[in-house]
Every structure is written in structure tokens, then in C-alpha cells.
């Protein structure tokens, strides 16, 4: 059994941390929804009451017309707090599964005391932006939403970057302390850099920032089947808090 409460929080700050353009509650079922970037996690629709179990099939179909105006596919992000009989209406429709995600958390006492601020975050997003999408070699044409999302993060955000002279940008992440919690987010290594301790590197950069700031522990969302980055998160004192997946009529 998960803790609920933990949860809750967890997604609270998630939330915060990585903020839609569009938010609109249907009870406690938050949609959210951003024309400007694909990720899932932007654009689904997220149950928070396991209670809260009222006209499922309408619900869902409202839910459906309005990501249809977005151009998106219908996607329901399942965590604990899902409603068992939401779960088992997806089961019986037979929505896919489109994965899982696994969320951590680590004590950041656990970080050696002797730590200083080796790399300073950078204060701009653009130059950020630009890295990022290099290092993960996404879409270019992603450069206007994800420059929205990262100025819409509220909460202090540490935008951390790593380059080398003659090749440019090799990692990148970004740390977004929200009281005592620091969520870590678009981690990335340069695809020629891998294997030589940059991701380690920046991440320990990262929660050493978050840490100095006050947060006290830290968390992360990494796919389950990840087997490299889970490693990663592992050897930095991460453990598993919860698991969530997205369900969706379109979603294999």
C-alpha cells in the first residue's frame, strides 16, 4: 500500500514544479493540458481522490473532446490515488498501457558536509533551452514550449549546465526547490559523454544547490524500465516512494 499522504504531496509539488498551461479541475480530477509541448506529463488527465468515483464514462468523455481542441490523444495518468473503479473501467475498455514511471526520493542529509557550490546554476533560460534540446537531441521546434514551461515554474529553479570548450553543452538538469522538497527534472547527458560520470556530476551539483537553499529531501520521476538512470538515482540514495503509469483508448 502506498502513502496517501505522500502522495499527495509528491504531486502537489510535481505539479508545481513542472506547470501546464492549461489547468482545469472536474471534481478532483485535474486536467492538464499545454499546446506548446507533447510531454504526457503536461497533457493528462490526473485523478486525486480514490473517492471520487462519479460518472466516470461522462467524465471521460468531456475529457476527450477537450484534448481532441488540443490536438492531443486522451490520457489518464494512473498513480495511487487513481479510483479503483476508474482503473477498472479502463481495464474493461481495454485502454493501453503506456508505461511506467517510477517517482524517488533521497534524504539530502545523507549528502557529504563538506560540499561547496562547485557550479553555480545559470539564470538563463534560453541558454538552458538551447543545451538542453542539444543534449537530448529533441525537436528544435520544442525550443518556444519548454521556454513557456520553465518561465512559468514558480518556485526558485536552478538551471544547471555542464560544457566543454570545443564541443559545447554536455549535461544538463534542472532543480526546483519548493520548501523542504527539491524536485529534479530534464536530466541529460550528451549522448558522446555518456559513461564518464557527467550525469553523477550534475545531479550531486544539482541537490548540493537545492540542499544549500533548504530543501531536505529530493525526488525525481524516471521511467521504470530505465535501467541506467534508476542506477543513477540508486547510487545518489534515491529509493522508491510510488509508480504511475498512463492509461489511454490510443495510448500504445
Known amino acids: 500500500m502506498s502513502d496517501l499522504p505522500k502522495v499527495r504531496r509528491l504531486e502537489a509539488v510535481g505539479f508545481r514544479a513542472w506547470p501546464a498551461a492549461t489547468v482545469q479541475y472536474d471534481g478532483s480530477w485535474l486536467c ?29 468523455e468531456k475529457a ?14 494512473q498513480t495511487p490515488l487513481a479510483p479503483p473503479e476508474l482503473i477498472a473501467f479502463m481495464d474493461e475498455a481495454g485502454w493501453a498501457n503506456a508505461g511506467r514511471t517510477a517517482v524517488m526520493m533521497a534524504d539530502l542529509a545523507s549528502l557529504p558536509r563538506d560540499e561547496g557550490l562547485d557550479h553555480l546554476p545559470s539564470r538563463d533560460v534560453g541558454r538552458f533551452v538551447d543545451a538542453r534540446i542539444r543534449v537530448a537531441g529533441d525537436d528544435p521546434a520544442l525550443k518556444p514550449g519548454l521556454t513557456e514551461i520553465i518561465n512559468a515554474i514558480k518556485a526558485e529553479a ?18 526546483v526547490q519548493d520548501n523542504d522538497l527539491a524536485g529534479i527534472l530534464q536530466l541529460g547527458v550528451a549522448e558522446e559523454r555518456r559513461g564518464q560520470g557527467l550525469g553523477t556530476a550534475i545531479l550531486h551539483a544539482s541537490l548540493r ?31 522508491d516512494a510510488y509508480e504511475y503509469s498512463y492509461r489511454g483508448p490510443n495510448a500504445a
Open 64 to 77: 476527450a473532446k477537450r484534448f481532441a481542441d488540443y490536438g492531443r490523444p486522451l490520457l489518464v495518468r
Open 158 to 175: 536552478g538551471l544547471f549546465i555542464f560544457e566543454e570548450p570545443d564541443f559545447g553543452p554536455t549535461a544538463v538538469t534542472i532543480a
Open 32 to 60: 492538464r493540458l499545454t499546446a506548446g509541448h507533447p510531454s504526457r506529463r503536461l497533457n493528462s488527465v490526473n485523478p486525486l481522490d480514490p473517492s471520487d468515483t462519479r460518472d466516470i464514462a461522462i467524465r471521460l
Open 209 to 239: 544547490w537545492a540542499k544549500l537553499k533548504g530543501a531536505r529531501k529530493a525526488w525525481v520521476q524516471v521511467e521504470a524500465d530505465n535501467a541506467a538512470a534508476r542506477a543513477l538515482y540508486s547510487r545518489a540514495g534515491f529509493k
